[in-house]
């Protein structure tokens, strides 16, 4: 789509997975602090039917990308476009993500390829893509969505807890790399935040509303904080215990076929 012309002097940002979940409501925070918008993913058709109300929220711009994170030779395009539509990419958040039951040893070896391709492999490439850009423009600010998953394999999700965990231990890797430069790094790391990924797989300890989570995360993100656990309470401490804690303790309960 053509997006509206940019309000002078609004920042912008760069949300994968903008379709639904965080994404969707991260998309709509931002909006309402008028920044300008590229919000990719898969159903282009979700996104465009969100656009009149992220305008009316005040969003100085909207920009509609079709990106399949899965297909990591799609998103440095796509980056691309981002950047060159809006003018600059002052924030890109790698949110996509997919969080499907995958018990071990029992023939799930083709979606658990796929969670590493979407999770982990997908952001990865959406920050490198983001990285030349950033550099080139005098700085910015790249945002890893991870998971309170990834701080303790979870019972049933082996591929969604892998995935997590090896995006945070990349983004740790960034952060020293680009240390003295000005580009912020930052991880956040939401427990049970209500949203598709996570329904129908049992208890959902401390649960938020998807639209309370998003404004958390959006001051974080605003905030440039290093690494967050969302809420920050319970979930730091929860994290902490985790460590010593059975997994199954905070493991959905494994669906019936």
């Not at 789509?1 to 409501?25: N, V, Y």
């Not at 919000?39 to 058709?45: F, G, I, M, P, V």
């Not at 009316?56 to 030779?73: E, I, K, S």
């Amino acid at each position: 789509m053509t997006a509206a012309q940019a309000t002078p002097g609004s920042r912008t940002i760069l949300i994968t997975g903008a379709s639904a979940g965080i994404g969707a409501s991260l998309a709509m925070e931002f909006a309402r602090r008028g920044y300008g918008l590229a919000l990719a993913a898969r159903r282009t058709e979700k996104l465009e039917a969100m656009v009149p109300a992220l305008r009316a929220a005040g969003a100085a711009r909207v920009l509609v990308l079709g990106l399949d994170v899965a297909d990591t030779a799609s998103i440095e395009p796509a980056v691309r476009q981002a950047a060159e539509s809006l003018g600059r990419l002052d924030i890109v958040v790698a949110n996509a993500g997919v969080g499907a039951l995958t018990p071990t040893g029992k023939g799930y070896l083709p979606q658990m390829q796929h969670t590493l391709q979407v999770n982990l492999l997908g952001a990865i490439a959406t920050i490198e893509a983001a990285l030349p850009i950033l550099k080139a423009q005098g700085g910015g600010q790249v945002v890893g969505v991870t998971s309170v998953a990834g701080a303790k394999g979870m019972s049933g999700f082996s591929a969604y807890s892998a995935s997590k965990a090896g995006l945070h231990r990349y983004l740790q890797s960034l952060r020293a790399e680009l240390r003295g430069q000005p580009i912020t790094v930052t991880e956040l790391a939401p427990g049970f935040i209500d949203t598709e990924i996570n329904r129908g797989y049992g208890a959902r300890p401390f649960v938020i509303p998807v639209e309370k989570g998003a404004a958390m995360m959006a001051r974080m993100i605003e905030d440039k904080v290093g690494m967050r656990w969302v809420p920050v309470l319970p979930w730091t401490i929860v994290a902490m215990l985790l460590k010593v804690l059975p997994a199954a303790l905070l493991a959905p309960r494994q669906r019936r076929a």
